[in-house]
């Protein structure tokens, strides 16, 4: 009864802890980290910023259009000699001098100048230039969500092997301590050498450290998921069976070939220096463009021969070419200088084909040779199992010795810790080589999250249960049992 009331208490106060106290899966962290992650912040920025170049780019072929506004005090003489002057009435007058002049006046300008492109091939180049770089503001963004899904799943497995490393070595301690009592106990009845008790507190002190060790990398794997995902109490679990089986290595070289971010935006840079190149190219080359202007001057005040007033009006709608003559050797410096760039960003994409290519071979065959690896530790933990079990009956009768347990003891934790690491080496190698063919995604997060174990309960203290028992004393029977 006793046994059954603190159960109880103890589902019931599990039931009303936070949620993030429990262990989480996978991708719930995921979608907490998608919100929280430092780097992801700036990606998501980034991101946003890079859109605004498809823009740019469509605006470059629209008319611009600029006014123009000025007011100050002005200063003008003009000054005409040898002139030809004919008004009616009057006829002609050779040798005519005409002269106005305003010393500081009131002066006024007013122009405004519309100009649409027509014909500009580097106009064209800066556009495609604008518009790969708005796809690789895309490529940028989802590479930085599956490097953020790879890094979540790399420190969420490196707090569940953690977490598991300090419930192994807590039993592990738990069996040594008792056979540190048991070659105690033996020693004083005179039934086991002083040795045996010596051999058990240098093996208990030894399990200790490692306890204390495991419990502090625990929390900093805790602490670095944490900052990742905002969670108060991460929790992990580790995988309880393997992912489904990849396909063939070819078709994972022929995903990683079309689909892999780093190429992608390797591919891209090529387009953008080929473009540059374009652009460097075209510098040359006439341009035309329709333009529209007017113009109003005006300055009045007092001058040499007493008030004066002059104003120009101007307006003009046609047709503009402007050829470049010469530039004093630049524009071949520059291009010269593009189409190096231009072989240097095919050399980059060459090798990083090259770097992928090995990627994902050494990550297939590690899958490979992982689901061996993972059978053969299976084999080894039970046979582990068994050679415990066999050195306990064999040290309670006499024919195996206390150190012979130790280290029964001791294979048996590290055979355990063994299959774990494999395990989630595994899954993490699946998801590395999914990331490489850009097929990391949620879905395949929620087929990792089916390959985990069921979490362990959080451990509750019994002032907290009897709180929670208090505070539900009319729940359901058939609930109660549930929770327990």
Not at 95 to 122: C, D, H, K, Y
Not at 210 to 234: F, K, T, V, Y
Not at 247 to 252: A, G, I, Q, V, Y
């Amino acid at each position: 009864m006793r046994l059954r009331s603190l159960a109880l208490a103890c589902a019931i106060s599990a039931a009303l802890l936070p949620a993030d106290a429990w262990a989480q899966d996978l991708l719930g962290v995921w979608r907490a980290a998608s919100q929280h992650d430092r780097k992801l912040a700036v990606a998501r920025a980034e991101h946003g910023a890079s859109q605004t170049l498809r823009e740019q780019a469509d605006a470059l072929w629209r008319p611009n259009v600029g006014l123009s506004l000025a007011a100050g005090l002005g200063t003008q003489e003009t000054a005409m000699r040898g002139a030809r002057f004919s008004a009616p009435g009057m006829g002609e007058i050779d040798e005519a001098r005409f002269a106005t002049s305003v010393n500081a006046g009131l002066s006024t300008r007013v122009g405004i100048v519309a100009q649409q492109p027509l014909v500009n091939a580097a106009r064209d180049a800066q556009q495609a230039q604008l518009r790969l770089g708005a796809d690789m503001g895309e490529t940028a963004w989802r590479g930085a969500q599956t490097e953020l899904m790879l890094r979540t799943a790399e420190r969420y497995f490196a707090l569940a092997l953690a977490e598991e490393r300090v419930r192994v070595i807590e039993r592990q301690a738990r069996a040594v301590g008792s056979a540190r009592t048991e070659a105690h106990d033996r020693f004083q009845l005179g039934a086991s050498p002083v040795t045996d008790t010596h051999e058990a507190d240098a093996a208990l002190a030894g399990v200790r450290a490692q306890q204390s060790a495991a419990e502090l990398d625990a929390g900093i794997q805790r602490q670095a998921l944490a900052d990742s995902s905002g969670l108060a109490q991460p929790s992990a679990q580790l995988p309880a069976r393997p992912l489904a089986a990849a396909d063939t290595l070819p078709s994972w070289l022929l995903a990683a070939e079309a689909d892999n971010p780093r190429l992608r935006m390797l591919a891209q840079a090529v387009d953008v220096a080929r473009q540059k190149l374009r652009e460097r190219g075209a510098a040359g080359s006439a341009t035309v463009d329709l333009i529209a202007q007017a113009g109003h001057e005006r300055i009045a005040g007092s001058g040499d021969f007493g008030s004066a007033r002059n104003r120009q009006l101007n307006g003009m709608v046609g047709v503009q070419v402007n050829i470049p003559l010469y530039t004093g050797g630049m524009r071949q410096a520059q291009e010269r200088e593009a189409a190096e760039r231009l072989n240097k960003a095919q050399a980059e994409l060459e090798a990083a084909r090259e770097e992928v290519t090995q990627q994902v071979r050494a990550a297939w065959q590690g899958l490979e040779a992982g689901s061996a690896r993972i059978v053969a530790l299976q084999q080894g933990l039970v046979a582990s199992a068994a050679r415990l079990d066999a050195t306990r009956v064999g040290r309670e009768v006499g024919d195996r010795t206390t150190l012979d347990l130790l280290n029964a003891e001791n294979d048996h934790a590290q055979a355990t810790l063994a299959l774990a690491q494999a395990r989630s080496d595994q899954v993490l190698t699946r998801l590395r080589l999914a990331a490489l063919a850009d097929r990391l995604d949620e879905d395949l997060l929620m087929q990792v999250n089916a390959t985990l174990a069921a979490p362990a309960a959080p451990t509750v203290s019994a002032a907290q249960g009897s709180q929670a028992a208090s505070a539900a004393p009319g729940a359901p029977r058939q609930q109660k049992a549930d929770r327990q």
